[in-house]
């Protein structure tokens, strides 16, 4: 097999990864109005689901490259995608004796494994070919990890959300029977798919043992984390990925409640398009639906939107400047902010869900200005950014917190100011003010 074969053969094979770790990434944001409604959290208890998760990126994002440069990228991908099935698993205990902090904890142990994956494979990715193309091989395969992300909300509103969860008080006006049986309902809807995610994952772990992949890791330098604590271009990028990834996770965790918020379930079942659409998503008649599975159906459009713009992205970031192409889309991610703020009904809904659009390819192409140029040096640089999408545990549960207080349309000021950044990082870089 030939170079050139043998990085195709590799780019596919890692490019499954990414649609899997989008999917189960945005399947675990279908548990955020179940868990809040089973625990009856407050918006900022919610969002520590996504702290919790995050987490997981910012403490073991260094120690994962450590590791990587030890075993390799084959190895690490096997250790990822293990660490990712213990996660799976633990939802099962979790739901059955409806134990917060063992969702927590599952939450957590996902995540680190896809850590894992994000460390090994971003920069496996960029490697697998020219320096020049490196943007646009990463969009490429984040459209994929995007397809993984637009399908999850379907399978979440479906199998996650389309029930209706009791509060304390009808829990407790129930008999002891009719309790067990509750429990092991509710139980069952959270366990079905996890366990049935574990399975594949751990067939892709065998999968693994007996493929082969190129060797491309080289021997870190001793002192690269120091060079890179030095390195402008990095640190820049870093906090870039740190917005991005906050305010994608805010808008995505959110955006059920949001629309709840506005009373949209009412508009949908009153609009003959919008209902027709809804009863296509969900392949059920609304009747039987919980106003949450009605307005999830339409978190598909956020995730799906990121899926079309990675695809369009792989190819503008080929004939344009990549930060140019970063500046225009955060821009745009701002004007449909700012509609949404300001309007009510489908159209505050549409626009908030064209955000997903562009941010499409904001997180390969930070990703891979800030690698840009850094030789060997990326693998420990690609800890260093994995760390920063601890983003994702920081910004959601501010999010909660100032919607708590001043409601969601002010709060989506914070993620504004996200989005303001990455557009001022993108003009940097296409102005070559970074070197």
């Given amino acids: 097999m030939n170079q050139s074969k043998s990085y195709r053969s590799a780019f596919i094979i890692i490019t499954i990864l990414f649609f899997l770790w989008g999917f189960i990434t945005v399947l675990v944001d279908s548990l955020i109005p179940r868990l809040r409604d089973v625990f009856e959290l407050s918006y900022f208890q919610a969002g520590l689901v996504q702290f919790a998760f995050f987490t997981a990126f910012f403490v073991l994002s260094v120690p994962a490259g450590f590791i990587l440069s030890k075993i390799g990228y084959k190895r690490g991908i096997i250790l990822g995608l293990s660490t990712m099935a213990v996660g799976c698993l633990l939802f099962y205990p979790a739901s059955s004796y409806r134990f917060f902090g063992v969702f927590l904890l599952g939450y957590f142990t996902l995540a680190g494994g896809i850590t894992i994956l994000q460390v090994a494979a971003n920069p496996y990715v960029a490697l697998l070919g020219s320096e020049d193309g490196a943007a646009s091989r990463l969009n490429l395969s984040q459209a994929f990890n995007s397809l993984g992300t637009a399908i999850a909300p379907v399978v979440g509103a479906i199998f996650l959300l389309s029930d209706s969860v009791k509060s304390s008080d009808e829990i407790l006006a129930l008999t002891d029977t009719q309790k067990d049986a509750y429990y092991a309902a509710e139980a069952a809807t ?51 990925i740190f917005v991005y990834v906050g305010a994608e996770v805010a808008i995505g965790s959110y955006l059920v409640n949001y629309f709840l918020d ?18 296509r998503i969900l392949n059920s008649d609304l009747s039987a639906m919980d106003g949450k599975a009605i307005v999830g159906a339409f978190v598909v459009f956020y995730w799906s939107g990121a899926m079309i713009g990675r695809f369009i992205g792989a190819y503008l970031t080929r004939v344009m400047s990549p930060g140019k192409v970063l500046s225009i889309f955060a821009g745009l991610a701002i004007t449909m902010l700012l509609i949404s703020m300001n309007t009510t009904g489908l159209v505050a809904m549409w626009s908030i869900l064209a955000v997903g659009l562009f941010n499409s390819i904001m997180f390969p192409t930070i990703f891979t200005l800030a690698l840009d140029g850094l030789g060997d040096l990326k693998p420990q640089a690609s800890g260093l950014l994995c760390m920063a999408i601890v983003g994702g545990a920081l910004i959601p549960p501010f999010y909660g917190f100032l919607t708590d207080n001043i409601g969601f349309k002010m709060a989506l000021l914070l993620v504004i100011v996200c989005y303001g950044y990455i557009l001022f990082y993108g003009w940097l870089k296409s102005k070559k003010t970074l070197v």
């Fill in 190 to 240: 959270v366990q079905t798919p996890f366990i049935m995610i574990a399975g594949f994952i751990l067939l892709l772990v065998i999968l693994f043992r007996f493929i082969k992949l190129p060797t491309l890791m080289k021997e870190s330098p001793k002192d690269g984390y120091g060079r890179l604590l030095r390195n402008k271009v990095m640190l820049l990028g870093a906090l870039g």
């Fill in 262 to 279: 506005m009373n949209l379930v009412a508009v949908i079942k009153d609009t003959p398009f919008m209902r027709n659409l809804c009863e």
